[in-house]
T-cell receptor, first 111, second 117 residues
Framework: EAQVTQNPRYLITVTGKKLTVTCSQN?????MSWYRQDPGLGLRQIYY???????DKGDVPEGYKVSRKEKRNFPLILESPSPNQTSLYFC??????????FGEGSRLTVL | AQSVAQPEDQVNVAEGNPLTVKCTYS??????LFWYVQYPNRGLQFLLK??????LVKGSYGFEAEFNKSQTSFHLKKPSALVSDSALYFC???????????????FGTGTKLQVIP
């Protein structure tokens, strides 16, 4: 079954404690991306990757890092989380036909 | 800069009635247009897209959308709404004129569809 898998699905953490949200896809897609979803703001792109070792900033990259060492994995790293990073995060990969395939989301709360 | 507008935060419709969820866009080049649906506590799911050709595109679950180039709109429609259609709907645009192989996708803010039994 085609999947984008994110972990954890839910996380409560404290300010400054480094965390990583993992993302893995089994469709051999080259393009992957991270979004955050906030009420009234829709989805905003954090980072994207066109292929292995190729990453670039999206619209709201401040406070986040990513890496793409393997095609299937695209982790999102918060080195020093802050309360304004409390959000719902989605990882997505792109089909060859153009549409995005999303994970189930990771709800992060930073206290 | 490209943009997507979904002017209605919420749309209420009675079950069995036709529904429309509005979307307008702005891009410099030729647009790819998408609709996605998000059910509670789930990720976004692809519904349909317009790339080129027929202005009326059909998608999953009986949904369709009409591309109108002069009005820069891509409204989502369904002839007869179901209670199970209640969800959050996102319109998105991808500007195909992007360079370097990357074409940015911009999402609207979403419209909550409530179908009343």
């Amino acid at each position: 079954e085609a999947q984008v898998t994110q972990n954890p699905r839910y996380l409560i953490t404290v300010t400054g404690k480094k965390l990583t949200v993992t993302c893995s896809q089994n469709m051999n897609h080259e393009y992957m991306s991270w979004y955050r979803q906030d009420p009234g703001l829709g989805l905003r792109q954090i980072y994207y990757s066109m292929n292995v070792e190729v990453t670039d900033k999206g619209d709201v990259p401040e406070g986040y890092k990513v890496s793409r060492k393997e095609k299937r994995n695209f982790p999102l790293i918060l080195e020093s989380p802050s309360p304004n990073q409390t959000s719902l995060y989605f990882c997505a990969s792109r089909q060859s036909t153009g549409e995005l395939f999303f994970g189930e989301g990771s709800r992060l709360t930073v206290l | 800069a490209q943009s997507v507008a979904q002017p209605e935060d919420q749309v209420n419709v009675a079950e069995g009635n036709p529904l429309t969820v509005k979307c307008t866009y702005s891009v410099s080049g030729n647009p790819y247009l998408f609709w996605y649906v998000q059910y509670p506590n789930r990720g976004l799911q692809f519904l349909l897209k317009y790339i080129t050709g027929d202005n009326l595109v059909k998608g999953s679950y009986g949904f369709e959308a009409e591309f109108n180039k002069s009005q820069t709109s891509f409204h989502l429609k369904k002839p007869s709404a179901l209670v199970s259609d209640s969800a959050l709907y996102f319109c998105a645009v991808r500007d195909m004129s992007g360079t370097g192989g990357y074409q940015k996708v911009t999402f609207g803010t979403g419209t909550k569809l409530q179908v009343i039994p």
